[in-house]
């Protein structure tokens, strides 16, 4: 399990465009946080620190603790805007999380097995990632950190659809939620240009066989 991520922030009472930009000139970062019960509170955040958190694969989806002049509470990141070009962060939106109420996640995939893949070793085919992540519910006691996906027994043309994937206790798919229809693939192993070659080939090779 990663460590926890503490946020420390400060309440803003200016609000504006003008008040976001002189706070950025400042190496500071706007954000809100909301939900939970609670009214909407505007925030000032250290920009470097959460640029340096965002590069953790867990920041987006674990719930997280935010410190606020002695005050601590459980969120999650709800929205991260970018600077279209630059590494800068613009602004990032925060829910407030309370035990008794579910929490909608995207989880991240992580695949397994891919040297060992039936599909790849014996079909000489290649994997494909269609999904990265995958949006469940569930309460925050509950949320996993990521969600693991066995590839070594994928054949050559199958797919892992999101059913496919074993769910810890207490969460669910909320795509599957919505019917059979959205029960998308998340992976699968496809036939490589060389191994098409390679089979049209053979194929030839039987034909001459059979003439002669």
Do not use: W
Request: charged letters at 30%.
């Amino acid at each position: 399990m990663s460590e926890e991520i503490v946020i420390h922030a400060e309440v803003r009472t200016d609000a504006g465009k003008g008040a976001s930009r002189r706070l950025r000139r400042e190496n500071k970062l706007p954000a809100v946080v909301y939900g939970g019960g609670g009214e909407p509170v505007s925030l000032t955040l250290d920009h470097n620190e959460m640029v340096r958190y965002s590069e953790f694969e867990h920041f987006y989806s674990q719930v997280l603790m935010l410190n606020t002049g002695g005050t601590s509470e459980k969120v999650i990141l709800r929205d991260l805007q970018r600077h279209p070009y630059k590494r800068l962060l613009m602004h990032m939106d925060f829910l407030r999380v309370r035990e008794d109420q579910e929490v909608q996640v995207n989880l991240p995939i992580h695949f397994i097995g891919e040297e060992e893949c039936v599909g790849v070793k014996m079909g000489g085919g290649a994997i494909s990632h269609i999904e990265t992540e995958i949006l469940v519910s569930c309460l925050p006691k509950n949320l996993p950190e990521f969600l693991e996906v066995d590839l070594s027994q994928l054949e050559l043309g199958e797919s892992i659809h999101i059913s496919d994937v074993t769910l810890p206790e207490g969460v669910i798919s909320v795509d599957l939620t919505h019917g059979e229809d959205h029960d998308r693939a998340i992976a699968s192993v496809h036939t490589t240009r060389v191994s098409k070659l390679d089979s049209e080939e053979e194929e030839g090779e039987a034909e001459d066989e059979d003439e002669s």
